[in-house]
Nanobody, 126 residues
Framework: QLQLVESGGGLVQSGGSLRLACTAS????????MAWFRQAPGKEREGVSS????????EYADSVKGRFTISRDNAENTVYLQMNSLKPEDIAIYYC???????????????????WGQGTQVTVSS
């Protein structure tokens, strides 16, 4: 069964940090471009960050540049999102997504991705 499972979400104070993990099962993550998306209450899902299959290319939404870092460990079949300096506006459900395109063409488009995780909640208290 092909599956992505996110973990690491939770409640943190403003200015704090969390590290999200997305682990794949049933397929080899190293062949896939990966991304993190988030959906805040009442808002559309938006792209947060992406990483190519090799890890050589990363992209970030302007709202998280300098605070979030995406990385991957293909040997562990896992992608990470290190989130620092968290703000209340980062509150959302965070999803990881996998694309068969090793180098993502349009990383912010949901249509780019073939598999999605169930999401993990991130809450930031002010």
């Amino acid at each position: 069964q092909l599956q992505l499972v996110e973990s690491g979400g939770g409640l943190v104070q403003s200015g704090g940090s969390l590290r999200l993990a997305c682990t794949a099962s049933g397929f080899t993550l190293g062949y896939y471009g990966m991304a993190w998306f988030r959906q805040a209450p009442g808002k559309e899902r938006e792209g947060v960050s992406s990483i190519s299959s090799s890890g050589g290319t990363t992209e970030y939404a302007d709202s998280v540049k300098g605070r979030f870092t995406i990385s991957r460990d293909n040997a562990e079949n896992t992608v990470y999102l290190q989130m620092n300096s968290l703000k209340p506006e980062d509150i959302a459900i965070y999803y990881c997504a996998a694309s068969r395109h090793p180098r993502l063409n349009s990383w912010t488009s949901e249509y780019e991705y073939d598999f999605w995780g169930q999401g993990t909640q991130v809450t930031v208290s002010s």
